[in-house]
């Protein structure tokens, strides 16, 4: 055991002085942001073009939190790109109320306005999207009041 222990030293050593860049994680070293957001789609998903022609879903996100008497309400808007194909099919599918779990990366951006007074936003690019409960349909709510 001892011999154990002594080839372990320079080692134990080693990371005792050496700092390592970041502990604990697998992604690359640059800065980032990460939000997670759980709330329901303010509307349906929109298909947008970018002014570089590149495909974008936008979509409005609301959070709530409190009692019901006074309740308050954050708006997120998050856009998400992603290919051609079933994924895309699937989020522009969603309907408004759809409750939704999203991952993304956010940066604050800062701007002029028209009027030229100093705004900022905050910009979510999904990164993952689980949806957690889907809205009643027209036809459920119509078949439990009859």
């Given at each position: 055991m001892s011999a154990f222990i002594s080839s372990l030293r320079p080692s134990l050593r080693l990371a005792a002085t050496a700092q390592p860049a970041r502990t604990f994680s697998s992604s690359s070293s640059r800065s980032v942001a990460k939000m997670i957001l759980t709330?329901?789609?303010?509307?349906?998903?929109?298909?947008?073009?970018?002014?570089?022609?590149?495909?974008?879903?936008?979509?409005?996100?609301?959070?709530?939190?409190?009692?019901?008497?006074?309740?308050?309400?954050?708006?997120?808007?998050?856009?998400?790109?992603?290919?051609?194909?079933?994924?895309?099919?699937?989020?522009?599918?969603?309907?408004?109320?759809?409750?939704?779990?999203?991952?993304?990366?956010?940066?604050?951006?800062?701007?002029?306005?028209?009027?030229g007074k100093k705004q900022s936003s905050l910009s979510i690019v999904q990164r993952s999207l689980e949806v957690l409960k889907r809205p009643a349909s027209a036809y459920e709510n119509e078949s439990e009041s009859h």
């Open positions: 709330g329901r789609l303010a509307a349906e998903p929109e298909l947008q073009a970018t002014s570089t022609g590149q495909d974008v879903i936008k979509y409005a996100l609301a959070t709530s939190y409190g009692p019901k008497e006074n309740r308050h309400t954050s708006w997120f808007r998050v856009s998400s790109f992603i290919p051609e194909g079933a994924q895309r099919d699937y989020i522009l599918g969603l309907q408004k109320g759809t409750l939704v779990y999203v991952e993304g990366d956010a940066s604050m951006r800062q701007y002029e306005d028209a009027e």
